[in-house]
């Protein structure tokens, strides 16, 4: 294996694995009851992209610069929400009760 693979794998598995931890740590603030259905929707889909980017070296399918950048990038925008998310699931994702 060349060494610019093996970084590539290693930065695409750093990103996933805190993105999918990050994705995990919003589904806990999120309840059925309360959250609209979108937004726990779109939690798991990005859980499920970290998931899928961070493990497909293990199919035999390297990780491009590409698909390294972009994990990296997904990583940092579910980042940014920290302090909206940081006790519960922020206003905007509630439902509207009749």
Known sequence: METDAAILIVVNLMASVMGGFGCLCRMTKMTAT???FPIRVQAC????????????????????????ILTALAFC???????AWYDRAPPYTHKEHA
């Open 45 to 68: 889909l990005w859980f499920v992209f970290f998931a899928t980017s961070g493990w497909s070296f293990m199919f035999g399918c390297p990780p491009h610069k590409v698909q390294a």
């Open 34 to 36: 309360d959250t609209k």
């Open 77 to 83: 925008a579910t980042m940014i929400g920290i302090p």
